[in-house]
């Protein structure tokens, strides 16, 4: 038998027992208490940096937006600033959904990697072994004389043109399979890999290869592969009901450049919930400032998100790097902008993104804006710079 334990008569209870008891309780105590404390510590500090946008916000220049700031394993910073409606009054909220556009062109090429990482897809094949249709592609009227890859793709130097004439009067028109089809009889503007142009063509051609070599379409591809693993809960190509609600209103530059109006998103077809509309690639995402930082912590991470590996550190790499030759001004990675502190991605309503490798940081600014009046334009800046002060760190 193990040795007795002190027992006190008045209680009736087992006191070494209770000790234990008390020694957790207070263990448990402590982490409650730290969490707190780290909890407010990220409040007042959010507070710190969406503080910059209150005279954007002031001088109705800027409508509202949500800031975050991360490292690999944790949120910094999440606050919201100003109106995600103006004209009823509705105040932005951490978990407004934004249209991130092209800040979808990352992430389909993090998809695609994921292809790569299956070696199902090598980055130097030609375009036309998983799309026989560009076989028939043209630079005026010839076959051109370097043959299109899958990173010429996915770095903006195919020579596609940013869409077809097919691809109107919205973006979300065409099934992939039938956007391949219309690039396919659309010339080429330049030589692959001889010039940068900026492509959805190129980056939804890149969707329709994670088609054809996964066997399932695209969106259910992302979902299963990428947006599931990573919690990305509400990143869709059809907003919900629920999360129309929470869409955060786009706004342009009103007739006298000294207010705001609202607008829409005139890329897409209404209502954005329809199934009808097509997924695009290239730009038809909807998300949250914490989804989106799901995934630039996993490319932060070096492929790792919450201890589980999404992509091989060889491939963050070759979405990271650049990719434009050095005869090229812009510096451009797989689907990510690049520079020398880092990478990330805008959007078309100048949302934007960035994975800060100097510092290990991981910064989200989303806002709905079709162009700035004012100084609105600076707004990003000033972010960047409070962020700057607060972590000594800033692109």
């Given amino acids: 038998m193990g040795a007795s334990r002190p027992y006190n008569p008045k209680y009736g209870v087992n006191m070494m027992s209770t000790a234990k008891h008390r020694w957790r309780f207070a263990i448990v105590g402590l982490v409650v208490a730290t ?129 077809s004439a097919e691809e109107r009067p919205t973006l979300d028109k065409l099934t992939l399979k039938e956007a391949v089809t219309s690039y396919a009889r659309t010339p080429l503007l330049s030589e692959p890999g001889s010039k940068y142009q900026y492509s959805n063509a190129g980056i939804n051609a890149a969707g329709r290869i994670i088609e054809v070599v996964s066997g399932m379409s695209y969106e259910d591809f992302m979902d299963k592969r990428l947006f599931g693993p990573l919690g990305m809960k509400d990143t869709t190509f059809w907003p919900s009901e629920e999360q129309v609600k929470r869409l955060a209103r786009s706004y342009r530059p009103n007739k006298g ?83 020398g502190d880092g990478f990330g991605h805008g959007g078309a309503m100048s949302t934007q993104m960035w994975i800060d490798t100097k510092h290990g940081l991981v910064t989200v600014f989303l806002v709905q804006h079709a162009g700035f009046p004012g100084n609105g334009g600076q707004s990003y800046g000033a972010f960047r710079q409070a962020v700057a002060k607060e972590f000594a760190a800033g692109k």
């Fill in 35 to 163: 969490s707190v404390l780290s909890a407010t510590a990220q409040e007042t500090t959010g507070r710190r940096i969406a503080a910059a946008l209150d005279e954007f916000v002031k001088s109705k220049s800027l409508a509202g937006a949500v800031v975050l700031v991360a490292d690999k394993d944790k949120v910094l910073a999440l606050e919201s600033v100003g109106h995600a409606d103006i004209e009823h009054n509705s105040l932005m909220r951490n978990d407004a959904v934004f249209w991130i556009a092209s800040q979808s062109k990352p992430i389909t090429a993090a998809g695609l990697m994921l292809l790569v990482d299956d070696g199902k897809v090598s980055l130097d094949d030609p375009v036309e072994k998983y799309l026989p249709e560009f076989k028939a592609i043209r630079l005026k009227g010839e076959r051109p004389e370097t043959t299109m890859s899958v990173r010429h793709l996915l770095a903006h130097t195919s020579g596609l043109p940013f869409q």
């Fill in 257 to 339: 450049k000294d207010g705001l109006e609202a607008t829409t998103i005139v890329q897409l077809k209404y209502p954005l919930s329809d199934r009808k509309r097509q997924p695009m690639p290239a730009g038809g995402l909807f998300s949250t400032a914490t989804d989106v930082a799901h995934f630039c912590q996993m490319m932060l991470g070096g492929g790792v998100y919450k201890g589980k590996r999404i992509l091989s550190e060889d491939a963050v790499k070759e979405l990271s790097r650049r990719q434009t030759g050095k005869s090229l001004k812009v510096s451009y990675g797989l689907g990510f902008a690049t520079a």
